[in-house]
């Protein structure tokens, strides 16, 4: 298990921008594939973007073109610059990690998207 810290969250009108942190200790931060999920009140946790050990990325179809997940290995933190937030984007966002199969999550941070 892996200790992971996420900031960045709070309340954004509709069409602002956030940006979520997620800081992993270790010296294999590299070699972890990074994701963010989201879970909206009563509905499943979804992936939202994932970026592997190499960089490459991808994203959920209703977040491409807004999202952006990247990763600073030198700092061992991941990000999600988030654009064009809609009220549909409210939700806990998790941050996890995995390496050889096994995964770790964070404590989420609250994205809430409202004028």
């Known amino acids: 298990q892996v200790q992971l810290v996420e900031s960045g969250g709070g309340l954004v009108q509709p069409g602002g921008s956030l940006r979520l942190s997620c800081a992993a200790p270790g010296s294999i931060f590299s070699m972890y594939t990074m994701g963010w999920y989201r879970q909206a009140p009563g509905k499943q946790r979804e992936l939202v973007a994932i970026?592997?050990?190499?960089?490459?990325?991808n994203a959920a179809d209703a977040v491409k073109g807004r999202f952006t997940i990247s990763r600073n290995n030198a700092k061992n933190t991941v990000y999600l610059q988030m654009n064009s937030l809609k009220p549909e984007d409210t939700a806990v966002y998790y941050c996890?990690?995995?390496?050889?199969?096994?995964?770790?999550w964070g404590q989420g941070a609250q994205v809430t998207v409202s004028s």
């Open positions: 996890n990690a995995e390496y050889v199969g096994r995964y770790s």
């Open positions: 970026i592997s050990s190499s960089g490459g990325t």
